[in-house]
């Protein structure tokens, strides 16, 4: 059974940056078929929307919630199968897990981010 798989996070401080990655377990998943999207859990918090990439291959195919516009950028290699968060000044209230899905019911495991000094 395919799955999402998760990686790059880790522990950096205030103002730094970050990029997770999501493949697939199975080359042959191809997330490039896909609108991907990236959400994240803090402790004691409900799961919410970070921001997702279209299958548009270019323009304006990216939305960002509030909190995060500005400061994310989301991108995709079609060739790599990976999708990218790039997270740049890192504030604590990021802190959480991350977790990418393919817009239906395929999620990864998720991956601890933490923003502390």
């Known amino acids: 059974q395919v799955r999402l798989v998760e990686s790059g996070g880790g522990l950096v401080q205030p103002g730094g940056s970050l990029r997770l990655s999501c493949t697939a377990s199975?080359?042959?998943?191809?997330?490039?078929?896909?609108?991907m999207h990236w959400y994240r859990q803090a402790p004691g918090k409900e799961r919410e929307f970070v921001g997702s990439?279209?299958?548009?291959?270019?323009?304006?195919?990216?939305m960002y919630s509030d909190s995060v516009r500005g400061r994310f950028r989301i991108s995709r290699n079609n060739e790599l199968n990976t999708v990218f968060l790039q997270m740049n000044s890192l504030e604590p209230e990021d802190t959480a897990v991350y977790y990418c899905?393919?817009?239906?019911?395929?999620w990864g495991q998720g991956i601890q981010v933490t923003v502390a000094s």
């Open positions: 899905n393919n817009g239906e019911q395929l």
């Open positions: 199975r080359v042959s998943f191809r997330l490039g078929l896909y609108t």
């Open positions: 990439i279209s299958t548009i291959p270019s323009g304006n195919n990216e």
